[in-house]
């Protein structure tokens, strides 16, 4: 039996008549007729009498009303409930990114955010691969680059990109790469991550592809050593802006080969929800939007796009 069932039966016994409840409903008469049989048939007994001028309800009638208006009652109490819930920054919000950039931005973000709304929980959880939202019961997951048609909503927070470096050192002793081929004669340093073909850097200059196969005698599954690595001048590596920008700006790395773009590193927020985005989901991804919009990312990329000219 539906709770549509039950609204009905509850108009017909306001009405008092099935003319009546089928105006009410913009239905004919002989539709409102069919769907009290209907309903009859379900609860396995009579429980309106009609004439030609009344109708009444039997005793099996009245109990069912009763339990009608308890049963709506609740259901309308609930639908109350939810949009509230989800009108309210409050809650729990589960989050997963990766293990770099989740500890250095996304952990003070979640600090910042909670001190702004005390009435919110967050439980970060970082990987060294995107996680299934869905699957593991997570609200938002912050992830990089192109998107696959997951399903998931996904809100752009932040212009990145990455970016080919290495120390003055390196580059002192081994040269300056001036084109992408260049860099099969340079020890490149491969970060091993995803499902990313490792070694297959691929470069773009107007609408054209350069797919460059390096080498290189180190390599790790770890962002952090990677960038060790190029700091301690042992090769070039590509790493993300938000990871090089001090370094760049500090002249401890150099970018290299600037006219040339690497692919998508943009961030994203997705989630599961596509209506009815619960405020606390809502504020939180807003948060950090307006997060990625300061430095170093603003800053970073105005460089990028001088570097560019």
């Not at 002989?30 to 004439?51: F, M, P």
């Not at 860099?183 to 200059?205: A, I, M, P």
Request: net charge positive; with cysteine; aromatic share 8%.
């Amino acid at each position: 039996m539906s709770n549509t069932d039950f609204e009905f039966f509850i108009l017909l016994c306001q009405t008092g008549s099935l003319a009546k409840a089928a105006r009410d409903m913009d239905v004919t008469p002989a539709a409102a007729s069919k769907r009290l049989a209907n309903i009859e048939k379900h609860a396995g007994c009579q429980l309106v009498t009609r004439s030609t001028r009344a109708m009444s309800l039997t005793s099996s009638g009245r109990l069912y009303l009763e339990y009608a208006e308890k049963v709506s009652s609740t259901i309308q109490e609930m639908n109350d409930a939810l949009r509230k819930k989800n009108d309210e920054a409050e809650g729990l919000i589960r989050i997963n990114a990766p293990f770099g950039f989740g500890r250095k931005y996304v952990s003070r973000f979640v600090s910042e955010f909670i001190q702004e709304n005390p009435r919110t929980e967050c439980q970060l959880q970082l990987s060294d691969h995107p996680l299934n939202l869905v699957a593991n019961s997570f609200d938002v997951g912050i992830r990089f680059g192109s998107l696959p048609d997951s399903g998931l909503h996904a809100r752009k927070i932040a212009s990145h990109q990455r970016i080919l470096c290495a120390s003055p050192t390196y580059l002192e002793n081994h040269g300056e790469p001036v084109t992408p081929n260049d860099l099969t004669r340079h020890n490149c340093l491969v970060l091993r991550q995803n499902e990313d073909t490792y070694g297959n850097w691929r470069f773009s200059k107007e609408e054209k592809m350069h797919h460059v196969q390096v080498r290189g005698n180190m390599s790790a599954n770890d962002g952090e050593s990677v960038l060790a690595w190029v700091l301690g001048g042992h090769g070039i590596a590509i790493r993300a802006e938000w990871d090089v920008y001090h370094h760049l700006k500090s002249g401890a790395l150099k970018r290299l080969l600037p006219t040339f773009s690497l692919p998508n590193a943009d961030i994203y927020a997705v989630h599961p929800y596509h209506l009815n985005v619960p405020k606390r989901i809502r504020h939180f991804v807003d948060f950090l939007s307006n997060k990625m919009n300061t430095p170093p990312f603003i800053q970073a990329n105005a460089a990028a796009r001088h570097d560019n000219r």
